[in-house]
Nanobody, 126 residues
Framework: QVQLIESGGGLVQAGGSLRLSCAAS??????MGWFRQAPGKEREFVAA????????LYADSVKDRFTISRDNAKNTVYLQMNILKPEDTAVYYC?????????????????????WGQGTQVTVSS
């Protein structure tokens, strides 16, 4: 069983930055990703990174503002969030799966991802 533990959420003003972290056991065997869910909205894909760090995916809404990275030695994936906007306010969830392609929204298989964290709240004030 893989346990995902997110951290780094909080309250920030618009235009500010936050870095989310997600630590996981058995980390190097999994592609990792981030999703978010705002109140009253469906969960949406944010970013993903392959096991080997050779591939990344981003939602159009965060491209050029957010960066996903991983440190296999520390069993941790990061989401650096810059130029935050009020519409980025959401609970952010870390997810893991052996199959990187499942994170691709074009396949619509996010609900089948193997493991999910408990989430961390990000609030961006205007």
């Amino acid at each position: 069983q893989v346990q995902l533990i997110e951290s780094g959420g909080g309250l920030v003003q618009a235009g500010g930055s936050l870095r989310l972290s997600c630590a996981a056991s058995g980390f190097s065997r999994y592609a990792m990703g981030w999703f978010r869910q705002a109140p009253g909205k469906e969960r949406e894909f944010v970013a993903a990174i392959s096991r080997s760090d050779s591939g990344t995916l981003y939602a159009d809404s965060v491209k050029d503002r957010f960066t996903i990275s991983r440190d296999n030695a520390k069993n941790t994936v990061y989401l650096q969030m810059n130029i935050l906007k009020p519409e980025d306010t959401a609970v952010y969830y870390c997810a893991a799966d052996r199959n990187y392609w499942k994170f691709d929204v074009n396949f619509g298989r996010a609900a089948e991802l193997d493991y999910w964290g408990q989430g961390t709240q990000v609030t961006v004030s205007s």
